[in-house]
């Protein structure tokens, strides 16, 4: 089975624009997670889509959002960038009704400049 | 609020030494725990998963344990090699799909 992949992996933004991230879950997974990585904060959860519902949001402002679609693929937004956006940005994917493992994918490299 | 805490920080080993890694986390209520590696730069590989109704789980040299009355688990790894160097996470599931991290353990092993 193919595993997760996010795109692009690496992107580079200016403060002010907005910016789409991609990510592919394994195939048969329905729940798809995201998270921020970066070295002060770690890593920390924005949200959870399962069946095109959000199901979950962590502690992040409104200018991140996502959505996911009928085929699971799951898009993250983020709005009027800030040079505190710059992290690494990774998707999970998971069985749900299983054993709830999640399996990540490789990250999307955001720079703010 | 869940807090995850793994301790040390850093920990570096000469090669074919055995180690402990620790986590511990402030809410016992818990779905499941995940021990995770990652290498720098990378995404995170999945370990071992432990859930709240299970004490162990074991796999080839790795050996991870979860107390959830404590708050504790502990990754064992057996007769550590260069490629064990990478930062490994502890992660607690509260909600069946958020995770929360700790910040890591980098751990370096020398030939």
């Known amino acids: 089975k193919a595993g997760v992949t996010q795109t692009p992996r690496y992107l580079i933004k200016t403060r002010g624009q907005q910016v789409t991230l991609s990510c592919s879950p394994i195939s048969g997974h329905r729940s798809v997670s995201w998270y921020q990585q970066t070295p002060g904060q770690g890593l920390q959860f924005l949200f959870e889509?399962?069946?095109?519902?959000?199901?979950n949001k962590g502690n992040f402002p409104g200018r991140f959002s996502g959505r996911q679609f009928s085929n699971s693929r799951s898009e993250m937004n983020v709005s009027t960038l800030e040079l505190g956006d710059s992290a690494l940005y990774l998707c999970?994917?998971?069985?749900?009704?299983?054993?709830?493992?999640?399996?990540f994918g490789p990250g999307t490299r955001l720079t703010v400049t | 609020k869940q807090e995850v805490t793994q301790i040390p920080a850093a920990l570096s080993v000469p090669e074919g030494e055995n180690l402990v890694l620790n986590c511990s986390f402030t809410?016992?209520?818990?779905?499941?725990l995940q021990w995770f590696r990652q290498d720098p730069g990378k995404g995170l590989t999945s370990l071992l998963l432990?859930?709240?109704?299970?004490r162990e789980q074991t796999s080839g040299r790795l050996n991870a344990s979860l107390d959830k009355s404590s708050g504790r688990s502990t990754l064992y790894i057996a007769a550590s090699q260069p490629g064990d160097s990478a930062t490994y996470l502890c992660?607690?599931?509260?909600?069946?799909?958020?995770?929360?991290f700790g910040k890591g353990t980098t751990l370096s092993v020398s030939s």
């Open positions: 432990i859930q709240s109704s299970q």
């Open positions: 999970a994917s998971t069985a749900v009704g299983q054993s709830y493992e999640q399996y």
């Open positions: 809410d016992s209520a818990i779905y499941n």
């Open positions: 992660a607690v599931d509260q909600a069946g799909t958020a995770l929360i």
């Open positions: 889509y399962f069946s095109e519902t959000q199901r």
